[in-house]
């Protein structure tokens, strides 16, 4: 059985949320297609921001949770 695609919209922003709140620079974006490079940075500012405010580790699982579940 096949899965199904996963949305690569869903992807980028996670993988951009998790490199930002890991404090990795934006300009380690891997992807190319403009729309979906631009989901990446939008969770990469979004991971930072919260990166900034301290919501890391046992502090930020409770955002990590709704990031992860797409």
Request: aromatic fraction near 8%; proline fraction near 3%; charged fraction near 30%.
């Amino acid at each position: 059985m096949k899965r199904q695609k996963r949305d690569m919209y869903a992807r980028a922003f996670k993988r951009g949320y998790l490199a930002g709140v890991s404090g990795k620079s934006k300009d380690s974006c891997p992807l190319e297609q403009p729309e979906v490079r631009q989901e990446w940075l939008n969770g990469w500012r979004e991971g930072r921001t919260d990166n900034w405010e301290g919501m890391t580790g046992v502090s930020g699982i409770h955002k990590l949770a709704t990031v992860t579940a797409t």
